[in-house]
């Protein structure tokens, strides 16, 4: 199962760790410390020494209730930052948008990955993740970002995820997206409750079936801290817990905050598989 990230080849049979890089001026967990070019590469830097094989840039925040971003504001937060990181580190330089502008201009700089928590629903994005030629990560999520917490409700929330990623696959391809450029992701905590997500972990192998390599985002989620009453920066023994799980259970990428910390759990669960 090998994918092609703008020239850089993953055999997504094994799992990956994604260590995440938010350049928002108020990012949840890690306080928007990163929000300049410099202060970011050196994040980035410290994250692939760490063994990270993607850096997940994202300028705009989609934690529940956050404001909207516009197209200009993104794209001066996210490319200079895929610039930099593309001309000094050797790491796929994935860039968390719904923004087709952000899509195209981060990729002319040499993104290798999009990853779309909107799942490619604004207007003209499938078009353009073709366009584009790189692999897409597609993210179930219910509802917008603003509102997606306010109630969420499934009758059967696996089937409903996979049969919302079915269609969003659907339409990628009918625009053109390669189907062995697709990645998917259950999207934990987009409007989901902790049921919900613990649902979806549970059975997260069955959404091998739908034939594409899985992303997890899990690291640091408020799920964990419902489980555990923990707040954000002590849910790293839960965040590896889930990890763990995610890998055993099938995930390709994990995407986290701790990145050295995950690539061991990632080490343990490979080594054990390759026994199995
Ligand atoms: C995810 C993401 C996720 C993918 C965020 C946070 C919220 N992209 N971007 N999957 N979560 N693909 O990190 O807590 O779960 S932002």
Redesign the pocket.
Known sequence: MKMNFAGRVLDLSHCHVMG?LNVTPDS??DGGRFNNAEAALLRARQMVSDGAAFI?V?GE???PGAAEVSTQEELDRVCSVVEAIKRELDVIVSV?TSNPVVMQETVKVGAGLI???RALQREGAPEMAAKAGVPV?I?HIQGEPENMQDSPRYRNVRREVSSFLTERVRVAEAAGVLPEHIIL?P????GKTVEHNVQLLANLEQMRVLGHPL???????SMLGAITGREVHERLPASLAAATISAMKGASIL?V?DVKETVDAVKIVTAVKEAM
Do not use: A, E, P, Q
Request: hydrophobic share 30%.
């Open positions: 995440i949840f967990s997940d994202g925040s989609t934690r968390d990853n779309d928590v990560c993210m992701d999207g934990f905590g987009f992303l997890v985002g899990i690291s640091r989620k995407r905050h």
